[in-house]
């Protein structure tokens, strides 16, 4: 889950307590800063002060929640945007742990076995659990140019042994549709392993040549999707949930249940190459 900051209407008298309650946190947090940045021995890094309480704030709330700064945005998008050169995984930080969220399919972390949920504890001999790692720590270890090596030492399960892997890196294909065939007559299977910007153009290609191929029904397998855009899933629950006029609200637990913060309409006038 990315974090944006914006500005949004102050709701009516229902919220003011919960007003009053968020600005008494806010103002304990600047005091802080404002204490550190004054009275600490040593002279001190606020901006990075301030990001490690972001970082850690989130932590510990669930392992979706994430902080990716700008700065880092553009690398952690590529999964979702292109090619890239490097082992072929998706990651979050967890606790301070690299955690798999899955490798790319046709990948060379997918081809030696690595899989959803293992935790990197070290690369190329450097431990790298618990120690503060950042994305862009993640990118300086694991990216890297087509053919070059690196070992990391995997934790998976409840196993008390790490498994060792050598990756050679290599260029990734950025695919979401990982197979498209008939998997009986009349029965088409599409397997979406990710929710990205090319999705529903490769949706739609391996849609039609199945319909060449004689499909009347359609078998859409999610199983391993590690996720991705959110507009993009919504495009694609669009087309298989006719009728469903609102087909997605988003709302803040604080928020009122008559104002949602953000909801998506179908549009029900569906065209001929809807499915």
């Known amino acids: 889950m990315l ?11 229902d919220s003011e307590i919960e007003d009053t309650e968020f600005e008494a946190q806010g103002q304990k947090f600047n005091t802080l800063l404002y204490y550190m ?7 001190t890094d606020m901006e990075s002060l301030v990001e490690t309480a972001i970082v850690n704030m989130l932590e510990a709330m669930d392992p979706h ?18 090619n890239f050169e490097g082992v072929g995984i998706q990651f979050n930080i967890f606790r301070d742990t690299i955690m798999v969220v899955s490798p790319i399919s046709g990948g060379p972390s997918e081809k030696l076995g690595i899989m959803s949920g293992d935790r990197i504890v070290t690369v190329d001999g450097e431990v790298v659990a618990g120690t503060g790692v950042t994305n862009k720590d993640v990118q300086r270890l694991l990216k890297g140019p087509k053919g070059t090596r690196v070992t990391v030492g995997i934790k998976r399960g409840n196993d008390p042994e790490l498994l060792e892997f050598e990756i050679i ?3 990734i294909p950025i695919f979401s549709v990982d197979a498209s065939f008939m998997a009986a007559p009349g029965i088409g299977y599409i397997k979406v392993n990710r929710f990205a ?8 290609g391996a849609f039609a040549q199945l319909q060449r191929e004689g499909m009347k029904d359609l078998v859409l397998d999610l199983q391993g999707n590690g996720g991705g855009m959110l507009r993009t899933a919504i495009q694609m629950a669009d087309e298989f949930l006719p009728g469903i006029s609102l087909l997605f609200t988003q709302k803040a637990v604080n928020s009122p249940e008559k104002t949602p913060t953000r909801a ?6 569906k065209d001929d190459s809807s499915f």
Do not use: C, H
Request: zero cysteines; a negative charge; charged letters at 30%.
């Open 264 to 269: 998506f309409q179908v549009d029900l006038k």
């Open 3 to 13: 974090f944006a900051f914006m500005t949004v209407p102050a709701w009516s008298q």
């Open 169 to 171: 890196r290599d260029k």
């Open 65 to 82: 929640s994430v902080y990716i700064p700008a700065e880092d945005l553009q690398e952690a998008d590529e999964p979702l945007n292109g």
């Open 37 to 43: 940045d004054q009275l600490y021995v040593e002279d």
């Open 197 to 204: 910007r090319s999705t529903m153009s490769e949706m739609y």
